[in-house]
């Protein structure tokens, strides 16, 4: 079965770091793209950050919230992805979800059940 | 890169049809083929309904449509059912090389 699980979520005071990690099963995950996209307590879904496969370059691109503090990465060897989450922030609260990007490579097909990060003094 | 933008909320009685807008520019929606809609329901992961503005994945009533008109999505869905209540979510590639998605709309379903 295709899927991808998210683990890592954790309580943590503002301006620590937490790394979410994210496994996959059932695809060859090397040919596939992988992006996190959070959604925070009563409010919509924000795209995060993606990855592309090594293949296609495996640049990483950031949403304009993110970028400079958190990095996503990939280990094809163990067919998983991460999320590093520095300087974290009280609006960095959310359920993160990791979703593989389909074979248009940029299409959300597959997601997790996601992973709570909650940012609090 | 703003939010597309989506109604709030929409509603319709069992059997009836709706559609859900999503507008955005022409550094997105207007530009890309890459339009996608998303099912969720509280509590469970989003669920992929259309992509590439109006291809089904495999297992999706077609009573889920898809299709574009210049900077504007949309989400039509045929023969409501009382399970379709839910939020919808659109999402789009942007030209700076960035994944964008609306707002959400809540459907009830009367």
């Known amino acids: 079965e295709v899927q991808v699980v998210d683990s890592g979520g954790d309580v943590v005071q503002p301006g620590r770091s937490l790394k979410l990690s994210c496994s996959a099963f059932g695809f060859p995950f090397e040919r596939y793209g992988m992006s996190w996209v959070r959604q925070a307590p009563g409010k919509g879904l924000e795209w995060v950050a993606f990855?592309?496969?090594?293949?296609?370059?495996?640049?990483?691109h950031y949403a304009a919230s993110v970028k400079g503090r958190f990095t996503i990465s990939r280990d094809d060897s163990k067919n998983i992805a991460s999320l590093e989450m520095n300087s974290l922030r009280i609006e960095d609260t959310a359920l993160y979800y990791c979703?593989?990007?389909?074979?248009?490579?940029?299409?959300?097909?597959?997601w997790g059940k996601g992973t709570t990060v909650t940012v609090s003094s | 890169q703003s939010a597309l933008t989506q109604p709030a909320s929409v509603s319709g009685s069992p059997g009836q049809s709706i559609t859900i807008s999503c507008t955005g520019t022409?550094?997105?929606?207007?530009?890309?083929?890459?339009v996608s809609w998303f099912q969720h329901h509280p509590g469970k992961a989003p669920k992929l309904l259309i992509f590439?503005?109006?291809a089904r994945p495999s297992g999706i009533s077609d009573r889920f449509s898809g299709s574009k008109s210049d900077n504007t999505a949309s989400l039509t869905i045929s023969g409501l059912q009382a399970d379709d209540e839910a939020h919808y979510f659109c999402?789009?590639?942007?030209?700076?090389?960035?994944?964008?998605f609306g707002g959400g709309t809540a459907l009830t379903v009367l």
């Open positions: 022409s550094s997105d929606i207007g530009n890309y083929q890459y």
């Open positions: 979703v593989r990007l389909g074979e248009d490579y940029y299409t959300m097909d597959v």
């Open positions: 590439d503005i109006n």
């Open positions: 990855i592309r496969a090594r293949g296609y370059g495996g640049t990483t």
């Open positions: 999402a789009s590639y942007t030209t700076g090389s960035t994944l964008v």
